[in-house]
Protein backbone atom coordinates (compact mmCIF):
# COMPACT_ATOMS: atom_id res chain seq x y z
CA UNK A 1 0.00 0.00 0.00
CA UNK A 2 1.40 3.24 -0.74
CA UNK A 3 1.98 6.38 1.81
CA UNK A 4 -0.61 8.80 2.08
CA UNK A 5 0.41 12.59 2.20
CA UNK A 6 -1.89 15.06 3.60
CA UNK A 7 -1.43 18.98 2.27
CA UNK A 8 -3.40 21.30 4.27
CA UNK A 9 -4.06 24.72 2.11
CA UNK A 10 -6.21 27.31 0.79
CA UNK A 11 -6.85 29.98 -1.17
CA UNK A 12 -3.87 32.46 -2.27
CA UNK A 13 -1.17 29.56 -1.72
CA UNK A 14 1.90 30.19 -2.83
CA UNK A 15 1.21 28.17 -6.69
CA UNK A 16 4.87 26.49 -6.47
CA UNK A 17 5.03 25.38 -2.78
CA UNK A 18 1.62 23.27 -3.54
CA UNK A 19 2.07 22.26 -6.85
CA UNK A 20 5.62 21.04 -6.69
CA UNK A 21 5.54 18.89 -3.51
CA UNK A 22 1.49 17.47 -5.03
CA UNK A 23 2.91 16.74 -8.59
CA UNK A 24 6.39 15.41 -6.88
CA UNK A 25 4.77 13.04 -4.27
CA UNK A 26 2.31 12.14 -7.12
CA UNK A 27 5.78 10.75 -8.92
CA UNK A 28 6.52 9.04 -6.03
CA UNK A 29 3.90 6.95 -6.30
CA UNK A 30 2.11 8.37 -3.16
CA UNK A 31 -1.48 9.15 -2.32
CA UNK A 32 -1.96 12.76 -1.96
CA UNK A 33 -4.75 14.99 -0.16
CA UNK A 34 -5.37 18.45 -0.67
CA UNK A 35 -7.34 19.46 2.52
CA UNK A 36 -8.81 23.17 2.60
CA UNK A 37 -11.10 24.91 4.65
CA UNK A 38 -14.35 23.69 2.05
CA UNK A 39 -13.73 21.46 -1.04
CA UNK A 40 -13.50 24.11 -3.45
CA UNK A 41 -11.75 25.72 -6.54
CA UNK A 42 -8.73 27.26 -4.74
CA UNK A 43 -6.86 30.26 -6.36
CA UNK A 44 -3.52 30.21 -5.76
CA UNK A 45 -0.88 32.85 -6.03
CA UNK A 46 2.51 33.51 -7.68
CA UNK A 47 5.16 35.21 -5.28
CA UNK A 48 7.77 36.99 -7.32
CA UNK A 49 10.37 39.18 -6.67
CA UNK A 50 10.98 42.09 -8.43
CA UNK A 51 14.85 43.86 -8.91
CA UNK A 52 14.86 47.14 -6.26
CA UNK A 53 11.33 46.37 -4.44
CA UNK A 54 12.07 45.43 -0.60
CA UNK A 55 9.22 42.95 -0.64
CA UNK A 56 7.42 40.12 -3.09
CA UNK A 57 4.53 40.88 -5.49
CA UNK A 58 1.97 38.85 -5.59
CA UNK A 59 -0.25 37.90 -9.01
CA UNK A 60 -3.29 35.40 -9.51
CA UNK A 61 -1.68 31.79 -10.49
CA UNK A 62 -3.20 28.62 -11.49
CA UNK A 63 -6.54 27.06 -10.17
CA UNK A 64 -6.38 23.96 -8.02
CA UNK A 65 -9.71 21.56 -6.71
CA UNK A 66 -8.95 20.50 -3.10
CA UNK A 67 -10.01 17.08 -1.94
CA UNK A 68 -11.23 17.37 1.39
CA UNK A 69 -12.88 19.66 3.84
CA UNK A 70 -10.47 20.00 7.08
CA UNK A 71 -13.48 18.30 8.89
CA UNK A 72 -13.29 15.93 6.74
CA UNK A 73 -9.89 14.21 7.83
CA UNK A 74 -8.54 11.36 10.01
CA UNK A 75 -4.77 12.53 10.21
CA UNK A 76 -4.15 8.98 11.26
CA UNK A 77 -4.68 8.03 8.45
CA UNK A 78 -2.14 9.61 6.60
CA UNK A 79 2.00 9.03 6.58
CA UNK A 80 3.40 12.80 6.28
CA UNK A 81 2.06 16.24 5.99
CA UNK A 82 3.07 19.30 3.77
CA UNK A 83 2.25 22.60 4.74
CA UNK A 84 3.08 25.51 1.70
CA UNK A 85 3.14 28.85 2.09
CA UNK A 86 1.63 32.11 -0.15
CA UNK A 87 -0.84 34.10 2.31
CA UNK A 88 -3.33 30.90 2.93
CA UNK A 89 -1.92 29.98 6.50
CA UNK A 90 -2.66 33.46 7.58
CA UNK A 91 -6.50 32.54 7.68
CA UNK A 92 -6.61 28.91 7.74
CA UNK A 93 -4.43 28.77 10.67
CA UNK A 94 -8.10 30.24 12.41
CA UNK A 95 -9.63 27.01 11.51
CA UNK A 96 -10.69 24.97 14.58
CA UNK A 97 -10.23 21.66 12.83
CA UNK A 98 -6.64 22.28 11.47
CA UNK A 99 -4.89 22.38 15.08
CA UNK A 100 -5.61 18.96 15.71
CA UNK A 101 -4.70 17.58 12.83
CA UNK A 102 -1.21 19.39 12.75
CA UNK A 103 -0.88 18.54 16.44
CA UNK A 104 -1.52 14.38 15.44
CA UNK A 105 1.55 14.93 13.05
CA UNK A 106 4.01 15.69 15.61
CA UNK A 107 2.83 14.02 18.61
CA UNK A 108 2.41 10.71 16.32
CA UNK A 109 6.51 11.70 15.20
CA UNK A 110 5.25 11.68 11.27
CA UNK A 111 7.18 13.73 8.67
CA UNK A 112 6.10 17.30 8.41
CA UNK A 113 7.46 19.80 5.62
CA UNK A 114 6.74 23.58 6.46
CA UNK A 115 8.08 25.93 3.74
CA UNK A 116 7.80 29.93 3.48
CA UNK A 117 5.23 31.39 5.38
CA UNK A 118 3.68 27.84 7.18
CA UNK A 119 5.29 29.77 9.96
CA UNK A 120 2.20 31.70 10.92
CA UNK A 121 0.02 28.22 10.64
CA UNK A 122 2.63 26.21 13.47
CA UNK A 123 2.28 29.55 15.56
CA UNK A 124 -0.90 28.94 16.75
CA UNK A 125 0.45 25.60 18.37
CA UNK A 126 3.11 26.69 20.92
CA UNK A 127 2.72 23.72 22.80
CA UNK A 128 4.45 21.71 19.90
CA UNK A 129 6.66 23.96 18.69
CA UNK A 130 8.26 25.64 21.99
CA UNK A 131 12.24 23.97 21.99
CA UNK A 132 11.95 23.17 17.97
CA UNK A 133 14.30 24.39 15.19
CA UNK A 134 12.74 25.47 11.61
CA UNK A 135 13.28 28.37 9.16
CA UNK A 136 11.03 30.23 7.24
CA UNK A 137 10.26 33.26 5.25
CA UNK A 138 12.44 35.68 7.03
CA UNK A 139 9.60 38.25 7.97
CA UNK A 140 7.98 34.93 9.60
CA UNK A 141 10.61 34.78 11.89
CA UNK A 142 8.97 36.63 14.99
CA UNK A 143 6.21 33.68 14.62
CA UNK A 144 8.56 31.16 14.92
CA UNK A 145 9.94 32.77 18.14
CA UNK A 146 6.83 33.53 19.78
CA UNK A 147 6.11 30.01 19.96
CA UNK A 148 9.04 29.54 21.59
CA UNK A 149 10.82 27.60 18.62
CA UNK A 150 14.23 28.87 17.55
CA UNK A 151 14.78 30.63 13.97
CA UNK A 152 17.45 29.03 11.95
CA UNK A 153 18.63 31.57 8.94
CA UNK A 154 18.89 28.73 6.35
CA UNK A 155 17.03 27.71 3.30
CA UNK A 156 16.37 24.29 4.53
CA UNK A 157 16.35 23.05 8.22
CA UNK A 158 15.91 19.37 9.18
CA UNK A 159 15.15 19.16 13.04
CA UNK A 160 13.32 15.62 14.73
CA UNK A 161 10.34 15.21 11.79
CA UNK A 162 10.24 18.92 10.95
CA UNK A 163 11.45 19.62 7.38
CA UNK A 164 11.22 23.89 7.12
CA UNK A 165 12.66 25.82 3.77
CA UNK A 166 12.84 29.34 3.75
CA UNK A 167 10.52 29.32 0.15
CA UNK A 168 10.12 28.05 -3.35
CA UNK A 169 13.39 28.48 -4.59
CA UNK A 170 14.49 26.06 -2.22
CA UNK A 171 11.59 23.21 -3.16
CA UNK A 172 14.14 20.77 -4.93
CA UNK A 173 16.01 20.57 -1.25
CA UNK A 174 13.07 20.86 0.80
CA UNK A 175 11.47 18.09 -1.10
CA UNK A 176 14.45 15.59 -0.79
CA UNK A 177 14.52 16.44 2.87
CA UNK A 178 10.78 15.68 3.31
CA UNK A 179 11.15 12.13 0.76
CA UNK A 180 13.52 11.10 2.80
CA UNK A 181 12.17 11.10 5.95
CA UNK A 182 8.88 9.51 4.55
CA UNK A 183 11.75 6.99 3.40
Not at 23 to 41: F, H, M, Q
Amino acid sequence: MSKKILIVTGDAVEALEVFYPYYRCLEEGYDVTIASPAVKKLHTVVHDFIEGMETFVEKPAYDLKSHAAFTDISPEEFDGLVIPGGRAPEYIRMNEALKPIISHFFQENKPVGAICHAAQLLAVIPELMQGREYTAYPSCKPDVLVCGAKYIDEQIHTHQNLVSGQAWPDLPGFMREFLSLLK
